[in-house]
């Protein structure tokens, strides 16, 4: 990922050129290739550059077509082929066909206006000083894959991909954001897509674009996106469904390869699996000269993990190499030391340093990681499938469905029957509650009401779509930015650019528009589709829940003291009574450890602001 920057002095004021150059040069780690800035008068970008595909060897940035409309991006974009098409067919020169990624930008910036948002599909970060009609134009991809910050406060008007980057500048306060804080210790993170663990500091929301003209100076912020509600898509043949997706995902994975090298963190499940074999798919059909390397990590003593296996049977199966990493012997909050390592947001990663070996491990080989993140959110079934089955009578599409799955891929899937009666019985016990945090600071809980906060986000669940409203709401939650940001260079500290294949809108809009059964339970239409290109004891295994939580697992050994990680900072005291937290607490309450070590991990990041 590469890092974007820029400044505009609202009053009028030149740009400072050193304090530019300061910031841009504190993102050299996301872009190590080539560091540049432009400046006009009282508005100026920075870039960092990584260059991560073909095209992008011959890209310069800060960037401009006609010397009077300028662009900064972090920018991957997907569906080249259309794009270019379309653009041709608006007027643009056949020259076009060779443009890079940040060139296509500010050729639809051109054709469209602002209304080129709604023809880029990719990963993306960008922003466009419109020089005549002295305006900004800026964007962040449909789920927030780059990072986008910014600070508004009248006089100037900053934004960068590192919110640690806009602190360098003297407009930029360090107060933090207790609202953010108060999320973080309740729900693991941040809720609010617009705000920031900084009070001045705002970031750009998925799927919105933002619009600062200099003669009003009145921010216009609004989406241009969301994820669509519509016909459910119903094939003649089932194997049309099939086909569609393997159509899909091959796109998604052929537009993230681009480039000689690819490494594919690989699991021992459905997910990455599929899409390691696309992309070994894609090298053949277009017999182009790249590599592909899968990394796992792995635990062989720890507690019981079967990743090594069921990995290293895709990989053979693939033909590809496989590189282990192995976790055992990390201890917890082992964090990362280079750069002075201080991520933008809270994260509640206790063996972080583990994770960022990994990605070093990937770096060494290659810029790019490709994932199966977000086939579990697609392929989410539909809840109460089966009781709305069974109460419409619908038990001749039940039979087929469970049949063609028996035949296509070993078994019949779980689809709740049992649960459903208990409903329509009212016999079903409720899930468990949640265990509300007894740690809390509370002057701090009280001013923030976060009981009241706590309840109903832990109760409220909204009828969002009429069929897949768990996958929707999933899609929908702040969780995927948040996960995006944990991979990160700000916090794993290599030029290392992750790629999710799942999470390109075409193969969302399709998989979210589906039957649910039999195509989503289990993973059927996942399972289908590897037929012959994974090993079966991959494609038939069982999605199953982690044996053991390797956090639990290191808490209950002889000699685990909590002081040894927990030195608290003054700071911790304004929102935690450390007085109630223990190592007791953690093992009576086994199933809620991940929530009691997040003022551990607070605790760390504040630490980590002072270095």
């Given at each position: 990922?590469?890092?974007?920057?820029?400044?505009?002095?609202?009053?009028?004021?030149?740009?400072?050129?050193?304090?530019?150059?300061?910031?841009?040069?504190?993102?050299?780690?996301?872009?190590?290739?080539?560091?540049?800035?432009?400046?006009?008068?009282?508005?100026?970008?920075?870039?960092?550059?990584?260059?991560?595909?073909?095209?992008?060897?011959?890209?310069?940035?800060?960037?401009?077509?006609?010397?009077?409309?300028?662009?900064?991006?972090?920018?991957?974009?997907?569906?080249?082929?259309?794009?270019?098409?379309?653009?041709?067919?608006?007027?643009?020169?056949?020259?076009?066909?060779?443009?890079?990624?940040?060139?296509?930008?500010?050729?639809?910036?051109?054709?469209?206006?602002?209304?080129?948002?709604?023809?880029?599909?990719?990963?993306?970060?960008?922003?466009?000083?419109?020089?005549?009609?002295?305006?900004?134009?800026?964007?962040?991809?449909?789920?927030?894959?780059?990072p986008l910050y910014y600070v508004n406060n009248g006089d100037r008007f900053v934004f960068a991909s590192s919110a640690n980057c806009l602190r360098i500048h003297d407009a930029v306060s360090d107060e933090l954001?207790?609202?953010?804080?108060?999320?973080?210790?309740?729900?693991?993170?941040?809720?609010?897509?617009?705000?920031?663990?900084?009070?001045?500091?705002?970031?750009?929301?998925?799927?919105?674009?933002?619009?600062?003209?200099?003669?009003?100076?009145?921010?216009?912020?609004?989406?241009?996106?969301?994820?669509?509600?519509?016909?459910?898509?119903?094939?003649?043949?089932?194997?049309?469904?099939?086909?569609?997706?393997?159509?899909?995902?091959?796109?998604?994975?052929?537009?993230?390869?681009?480039?000689?090298?690819?490494?594919?963190?690989?699991?021992?499940?459905?997910?990455?699996?599929?899409?390691?074999?696309?992309?070994?798919?894609?090298?053949?059909?277009?017999?182009?000269?790249?590599?592909?390397?899968?990394?796992?990590?792995?635990?062989?003593?720890?507690?019981?993990?079967?990743?090594?296996?069921?990995?290293?049977?895709?990989?053979?199966?693939?033909?590809?190499?496989?590189?282990?990493?192995?976790?055992?012997?990390?201890?917890?909050?082992?964090?990362?030391?280079?750069?002075?390592?201080?991520?933008?947001?809270?994260?509640?990663?206790?063996?972080?340093?583990?994770?960022?070996?990994?990605?070093?491990?990937?770096?060494?080989?290659?810029?790019?990681?490709?994932?199966?993140?977000?086939?579990?959110?697609?392929?989410?079934?539909?809840?109460?499938?089966?009781?709305?089955?069974?109460?419409?009578?619908?038990?001749?599409?039940?039979?087929?469905?469970?049949?063609?799955?028996?035949?296509?891929?070993?078994?019949?899937?779980?689809?709740?029957?049992?649960?459903?009666?208990?409903?329509?019985?009212?016999?079903?016990?409720?899930?468990?509650?949640?265990?509300?945090?007894?740690?809390?600071?509370?002057?701090?809980?009280?001013?923030?009401?976060?009981?009241?906060?706590?309840?109903?986000?832990?109760?409220?669940?909204?009828?969002?779509?009429?069929?897949?409203?768990?996958?929707?709401?999933?899609?929908?939650?702040?969780?995927?930015?948040?996960?995006?940001?944990?991979?990160?260079?700000?916090?794993?500290?290599?030029?290392?650019?992750?790629?999710?294949?799942?999470?390109?809108?075409?193969?969302?809009?399709?998989?979210?528009?589906?039957?649910?059964?039999?195509?989503?339970?289990?993973?059927?239409?996942?399972?289908?589709?590897?037929?012959?290109?994974?090993?079966?004891?991959?494609?038939?295994?069982?999605?199953?829940?982690?044996?053991?939580?390797?956090?639990?697992?290191?808490?209950?050994?002889?000699?685990?003291?909590?002081?040894?990680?927990?030195?608290?900072?003054?700071?911790?005291?304004?929102?935690?009574?450390?007085?109630?937290?223990?190592?007791?607490?953690?093992?009576?309450?086994?199933?809620?450890?991940?929530?009691?070590?997040?003022?551990?991990?607070?605790?760390?990041?504040?630490?980590?602001?002072?270095?």
């Amino acid at each position: 990922m590469s890092g974007i920057v820029g400044i505009i002095n609202l009053d009028g004021a030149p740009v400072d050129r050193d304090l530019l150059w300061r910031m841009t040069d504190f993102m050299s780690h996301r872009g190590p290739d080539d560091r540049k800035i432009w400046i006009e008068g009282n508005v100026g970008f920075g870039h960092a550059m990584l260059r991560t595909t073909w095209e992008a060897e011959t890209e310069r940035q800060p960037l401009t077509l006609d010397g009077r409309v300028w662009l900064t991006a972090d920018a991957r974009i997907d569906g080249r082929s259309d794009l270019v098409h379309d653009l041709e067919s608006k007027g643009c020169p056949k020259s076009v066909k060779a443009a890079n990624d940040a060139e296509l930008i500010l050729y639809a910036y051109h054709t469209w206006g602002e209304e080129c948002i709604k023809h880029l599909i990719g990963d993306f970060a960008f922003a466009i000083w419109d020089g005549p009609e002295r305006r900004l134009f800026s964007a962040r991809d449909h789920f927030g894959v780059r990072p986008l910050y910014y600070v508004n406060n009248g006089d100037r008007f900053v934004f960068a991909s590192s919110a640690n980057c806009l602190r360098i500048h003297d407009a930029v306060s360090d107060e933090l954001d207790d609202l953010t804080i108060a999320d973080f210790l309740l729900f693991d993170l941040n809720l609010e897509p617009s705000r920031s663990a900084f009070s001045d500091i705002r970031r750009l929301a998925p799927a919105h674009r933002l619009t600062l003209p200099l003669q009003t100076q009145s921010l216009t912020l609004n989406s241009y996106w969301a994820l669509p509600i519509k016909e459910e898509i119903r094939y003649k043949k089932r194997r049309h469904y099939v086909e569609h997706l393997n159509d899909l995902l091959l796109n998604a994975v052929e537009d993230r390869l681009r480039t000689n090298r690819v490494g594919m963190l690989l699991s021992g499940g459905m997910d990455s699996g599929s899409v390691a074999a696309a992309a070994r798919n894609v090298i053949k059909k277009k017999d182009q000269p790249c590599d592909l390397s899968a990394f796992t990590y792995v635990y062989d003593y720890l507690m019981p993990d079967h990743e090594r296996y069921y990995s290293g049977l895709v990989s053979r199966k693939l033909g590809i190499s496989i590189n282990y990493t192995v976790s055992d012997d990390y201890k917890m909050y082992q964090w990362p030391t280079r750069r002075g390592f201080c991520p933008s947001e809270i994260i509640n990663e206790p063996h972080r340093a583990l994770f960022n070996d990994f990605v070093d491990s990937v770096a060494q080989y290659s810029r790019i990681a490709l994932t199966g993140d977000g086939g579990d959110a697609l392929f989410y079934p539909t809840e109460n499938y089966a009781e709305k089955a069974i109460t419409s009578l619908r038990w001749g599409e039940l039979l087929q469905g469970m049949v063609y799955c028996l035949f296509s891929y070993g078994r019949i899937p779980r689809i709740g029957f049992r649960s459903a009666i208990k409903r329509l019985m009212g016999r079903s016990r409720s899930a468990a509650p949640r265990l509300y945090p007894k740690w809390l600071n509370e002057s701090f809980e009280t001013r923030f009401a976060l009981r009241d906060r706590w309840a109903e986000q832990n109760n409220s669940k909204r009828p969002l779509h009429p069929r897949r409203n768990d996958t929707y709401e999933s899609l929908n939650h702040p969780m995927w930015p948040h996960g995006f940001a944990d991979n990160d260079p700000d916090v794993t500290c290599s030029s290392v650019e992750f790629r999710y294949p799942f999470f390109d809108t075409r193969v969302v809009n399709f998989l979210l528009n589906i039957p649910s059964f039999p195509w989503c339970f289990e993973k059927g239409l996942l399972r289908i589709a590897t037929r012959r290109q994974l090993p079966e004891q991959v494609r038939k295994r069982r999605k199953t829940p982690i044996v053991q939580d390797p956090i639990l697992v290191r808490v209950e050994q002889p000699g685990w003291q909590l002081s040894d990680y927990f030195r608290p900072v003054d700071r911790l005291f304004d929102y935690v009574d450390t007085r109630n937290i223990s190592k007791a607490m953690w093992l009576r309450e086994r199933e809620e450890i991940w929530m009691h070590v997040r003022p551990l991990s607070l605790n760390y990041w504040l630490k980590s602001l002072s270095n």
